[in-house]
């Protein structure tokens, strides 16, 4: 490890190659708290070249590299075991905005939120946001597919890329940037690499597409007697608002939690058991199509907000839900998808489930029901008892969902990749990393 | 031969493979007229666990197999050489269009025009749309990731596919169908076949996402001056119409050729140099937002209609472009991709290499430049001369665009795939080609 050390400060420059536990640690420690692990050193390259270097050093001493972004993910998949962190912060350079093109090409360091104020100043959008913009950075957005809040507009990660350059293990670097929209040229590189969770190559650069901006934006939260209804109004609203931007549910449970953190009072004089958070945005004001939807009977209450103040108001109802739930303790977070008429039975199914293992554990439920994506937020188990993971896993399984929607399978996840992925698919993708990582040392502990 | 005809035989049905001479010649020649080729006998699965029985029989066998479903790919994707066509045929199942979830579940088989009926009939739109409709399938759109008309508004074939099923070489049967809108459980296969040219497995089920059908459509015919104030308006368009559904460019000599051979009267009392077919589609009526966009200087001259009839004679002609050149004679069809800025030097640059090489040589030039995609069409050279195909592929990757945009690889621009991919990148592409195809039976002639 010693003469690794030294070639990798002669690559980045000492001041880039951390060594010292303090510097070390923010890196060895993820966001959610659960996850902690030993890195031989921290790594700064600040170019797709020293990048190279890097890898083609590590490589040659067999010794595991851990890409890792903002470390904002949520299943254990940028911390390192005995490796070098390979950080992408220094390559954190975003090139203007091409406002002919609507496309931009963003080092993997870039963090989300930069890259969204650049896009605003220029009339445009990128197409995936989420809560944590500011700490996610593109690099591991990629390797993630991350998805967020406006898939059922724009699509996830995968569909915003138009070329990746990214470094394999042993330092070749591949990949075209800039790329084209459309190019079938064989094998799509930039798609495989999009969700690989850094296991294949490091990304160092992303060629992005951009979206118009929209300047009518509307938002409604609807009160709802139950899950059925949410299922009902969900098609009803995507087949009838071509405008719908954002389609996010949550529950009493949920709203409860939030309300009483942040000392708000609640929206509605009524209690009711399920709410929908609907956005519509579009170049003429969306109102009266979005009203419209609020006269379905499945509609129990409606709030409804036209200007920024208003709108925030009420997503914070939605946003807030991560905050108010760590504040009462650390919870199992799974990120499920399923087919969204399985969602009634799901959901208590779950819960009575849930109850029957652990009787004390508290358990919230929100999401991205536009997508069929549920993030089951679970309380009072101890971190590393698996058990309900696994039934809730097991539980997806059976309705046919996934049992990672948009984090990942990580480090948590990966005891449980064939419940979801058959024997031959993960024996594909094994034969797949030995082509791009003969060595294995890129994330080694994560996916397979 | 005989001994894995036998055994195709008992797998289908006698009835289903074609030996005779007569039944095959239609699957050893391709649409383009260019190539033909010989079989050594049709195979038409009704089935997934047919298409799986077969590929392992010709796999024991080591024999070639060509997967073939409308042929009408443009690049010899599908024309055998002494190999097994394997037709897709039969396996033309559609489910029902689910309207809740916006889904549907069609077989390799099931051609682009059926899938789009039943769309209709629910109120829905498939995203991809183009002129072969009628004999394109599923599968063959898959593996060319095929792109067409609303590329700008939907993303190609790749953006819509929710889960694909396939057979590897040795009859192994992978994927999920139904597949999940958010999955993120490792290697994303359904990107990585798609757009594969049938070279790493054989499609047998595609799970499709539709869209919310636009009730409002708008289609304007503008007259411009140069090619240059068409890539203003196009950067414009793409910025402020936010209903763009489809952005088409042709030029004076295709518009020239569609009038004379159906005998069309010209749209406009004055002649000008290039044209831009512009749709708007959207929830309510786009007329007035593409009113303003024809206020702009660059347009010349412009024509709109808002009814079915007279779209339609605007779109003519941009559709029947095909048509008339190809009863001028069997042209050199280039389809290309270039950075948008790129447009007019390349197009003069074009125009001005074919002269110098074949003087009389006539180049029609038409495409989707909402996507950056030409089609160069070359009159007047022979079939199998390449000269000036080269020519122009250099030319292309000179402005860093790509030798093939939406058609593939195929046979035809194989000899020229290293003008565009890195020879790294071709040769993890040959390295993925051995995991899935270890003996290299399917589609040995394409790609690579």
């Keep these: 490890v010693h003469t690794l050390l030294q070639t990798l400060s002669d690559i980045v420059g000492p001041s880039h190659l951390l060594t010292a536990p303090e510097l070390r640690a923010r890196y060895e420690t993820d966001c959610t708290g659960r996850y902690h692990g030993h890195a031989h050193c921290v790594v700064r390259p600040a170019t797709t070249a020293q990048t190279s270097a890097v890898l083609a050093a590590c490589h040659a001493h067999r010794c595991p590299v851990v890409p890792q972004g903002g470390n904002s993910g949520l299943v254990g998949g940028a911390v390192p075991h005995d490796a070098v962190v390979l950080s992408t912060e220094r390559l954190n350079r975003l090139s203007p905005i ?40 593109i690099g591991g957005m990629v390797s993630t597919n991350a998805g967020g809040l406006h898939v059922l507009r724009y699509g996830s990660m995968r569909a915003q890329i138009i070329g990746v350059e990214a470094v394999q293990a042993d330092g070749t670097i591949f990949g075209k940037i800039p790329g084209l929209r459309k190019d079938n040229t064989g094998y799509n590189f930039p798609s495989l690499l999009t969700g690989a969770e850094g296991t294949l190559a490091v990304v160092t650069r992303a060629h992005l597409l951009l979206h118009p901006a929209l300047p009518h934006t509307c938002t409604a939260l609807l009160a709802l007697a139950d899950i059925e209804s949410a299922v009902i109004l969900t098609a009803h609203l995507r087949l009838h608002l071509p405008s719908l931007h954002a389609l996010e549910i949550f529950f009493a449970e949920g709203m409860h939690i939030v309300a009483e953190h942040f000392q708000q009072s609640l929206p509605f004089p009524e209690e009711h058991s399920t709410y929908l958070l609907v956005e519509c945005a579009d170049t003429t004001n969306p109102l009266a199509q979005l009203a419209a939807a609020l006269t379905r009977p499945e509609v129990q209450d409606a709030a409804v907000a036209e200007d920024s103040v208003g709108r925030e108001r009420l ?35 779950v819960h009575r489930q849930i109850i029957d293992i652990a009787p ?30 696994e039934a809730v896993f097991r539980l997806v399984s059976s309705y046919g969902g996934s049992i990672s929607a948009e984090h990942g399978i990580g480090k948590t996840k990966r005891p449980y990749l064939l419940l979801h992925r058959s024997s031959e698919e993960v024996s594909l993708m094994r034969q797949m990393k030995e082509v791009f990582d003969p060595h294995g040392i890129l994330n080694p502990e994560v996916l397979l």
Tied chains: 1, 2.
């Design 98 to 137: 091409d406002t002919a093109a609507a496309e931009v090409v963003a080092e993997a360091g870039v963090r989300l939120e930069i890259l969204q104020n650049a896009c605003q100043a220029a009339g445009l959008v990128f197409g995936v946001d989420m809560a944590s913009r500011g700490s996610a950075t």
């Design 315 to 349: 997503w914070r109802w939605r946003e807030r839900h991560t905050e108010a739930i760590r504040s009462i303790g650390i919870p199992h977070k799974l990120d499920i998808a399923l087919p969204l008429r399985s969602f009634p039975a799901f959901t208590r199914e």
């Design 360 to 389: 004390h554990a508290q358990t919230i439920l929100f999401g991205h029901i536009g997508d069929g994506n549920l993030h089951v937020n679970i309380l009072g188990l101890s971190p590393d008892d698996m058990t309900i993971d």
